[in-house]
Nanobody, 119 residues
């Protein structure tokens, strides 16, 4: 059994910063890609940022230069540092980890954390 627990969401003024964390626990053999997605009311879930096991990163155009994804493999944790936040960043943020529970690979999601940016 594997669980992902997210933390770090909240309410912030435009221009502010937040840091999201997502820690995996359980019968983990290894973790491949990790990522953050978000879903605003009335919109589809979209990829915000992703990081491979080798450290390569990918960002949505809307967050490039403002958000940074990182991972701590020893802690099975992925982070999303969000700077210069805008009201349009308001959404529920979900982490995603591709985890190998020997011998198979599974797609796990966090419970979601609300990020609200006021203007």
């Amino acid at each position: 059994q594997v669980q992902l627990v997210e933390s770090g969401g909240g309410l912030v003024q435009a221009g502010g910063s937040l840091r999201l964390s997502c820690a995996a626990s359980g019968s983990i053999f290894s973790i491949n890609a990790m990522g953050w997605y978000r879903q605003a009311p009335g919109k589809q879930r979209e990829l915000v940022a992703a990081i491979t096991s080798g450290g390569s990163t990918n960002y949505a155009d809307s967050v490039k230069g403002r958000f940074t994804i990182s991972r701590d493999n020893a802690k099975n944790t992925v982070y999303l540092q969000m700077n210069s936040l805008k009201p349009e960043d308001t959404a529920v943020y979900y982490c995603n980890q591709i985890i190998v529970v020997d011998p198979y690979e599974y797609d796990y999601w966090g419970q979601g954390t609300q990020v609200t940016v006021s203007s």
